[in-house]
C-alpha cells in the first residue's frame, strides 16, 4: 500500500503561543502485517484477546500511529468487536522515557465470529 503524504502546517497554536508539532506530524509507516500477526499469535492461545492486552504484550514502536492502525485491522475483521460503550486505557512510552496514554473504545479481537 502505498504511504500516504499529508501537507501539513508544522505549528499549532496553543494558549496563544506558537509551538513547533513537527513531531505531531511525522509520517511513520506502521507495518499491518506485523499487528496482524500478534493478533494471530494471541488467538493461538486464546478464544479473545483485547487491544490492551496486546499492547502489553507486544508494546507499541510508533504509539498512536500503531493505535490507530490496530483500529483499522479490527474493522477489516468480521470476528473482531469495538465496543464504544466501553473504554480501555492503552499506556505506552515514547523517548526520553516520558509515558503516553489514550482512552479508547474497547477493541477485542476473537477466533470466531460473533
Known amino acids: 500500500m ?6 501539513l502546517s508544522t505549528a499549532v497554536l496553543i494558549a ?3 509551538v513547533s508539532a513537527d513531531e505531531l506530524f ?3 509507516a506502521v507495518d499491518r ?3 496482524r500477526s ?3 499469535e494471541a488467538l493461538q492461545q486464546r478464544d479473545r484477546v483485547s487491544l490492551a492486552e496486546l499492547v502489553n504484550a507486544h508494546p507499541l514502536q510508533h504509539g498512536l500511529a500503531e ?3 490496530y483500529f483499522a485491522v479490527a474493522s477489516e475483521d468480521d470476528r473482531a ?3 464504544e460503550s466501553a473504554v480501555q486505557r492503552i499506556e505506552w512510552d515514547v523517548e526520553g522515557g516520558n509515558g503516553r496514554a489514550a482512552e479508547i473504545p474497547l477493541v ?7
Open 2 to 7: 502505498p504511504r500516504f503524504e499529508a501537507r
Open 38 to 40: 500478534n493478533v494471530r
Open 33 to 35: 502485517e506485523r499487528l
Open 108 to 114: 477485542i479481537f476473537t477466533r470466531s465470529c460473533r
Open 16 to 18: 496563544d503561543e506558537e
Open 26 to 28: 511525522e509520517q511513520v
Open 81 to 83: 468487536l469495538i465496543d
Open 67 to 69: 493505535v490507530v492502525t
